[in-house]
């Protein structure tokens, strides 16, 4: 089992950047394929992307892509989430979330974190 903590969140200006974290505990961080997603109000849970165990694969939605970089350093139980050129409709609760397995795919995610809110301003 993994417990997510995210930290990061704030409020920035449109056209602006953010680093989310995600720190993991438990000792088999490094096994697991780590994603983050996030809501907007009153709209459903969205896939932002997902990292492989080892940080060689990675996937992103169509929405973030060129934008949002994922990283993961295993040395330190954390996965980021760089967030660059932001927008308004970017703002949501973030969550980052683990699997076991290598697909790097939306489903499948069994721990979640508590979430972290981004707003972003026009």
């Known amino acids: 089992q993994v417990q997510l903590v995210e930290s990061g969140g704030g409020l920035v200006q449109a056209g602006g950047s953010l680093r989310l974290s995600c720190a993991a505990s438990?000792?088999?961080?490094?096994?697991?394929?780590m994603g983050w997603f996030r809501q907007a109000s009153g709209k459903e849970r969205e896939f932002v992307g997902g990292?492989?165990?080892?940080?060689?694969?990675?996937k992103y939605a169509d929405s973030v892509k060129g934008r949002f970089t994922i990283v993961r350093d295993n040395a330190k139980n954390t996965v980021y989430l760089q967030m660059n050129s932001l927008k308004p409709e970017d703002t949501a609760v973030y969550y980052c979330?683990?699997?076991?397995?290598?697909?790097?795919?939306?489903?499948?995610?069994?721990?979640w974190g508590q979430g972290t809110q981004v707003t972003v301003s026009s």
């Open positions: 438990g000792r088999t961080f490094s096994s697991y394929t």
């Open positions: 979330a683990a699997k076991s397995g290598a697909s790097v795919m939306s489903d499948g995610y069994r721990y």
């Open positions: 990292i492989s165990w080892s940080g060689g694969s990675n």
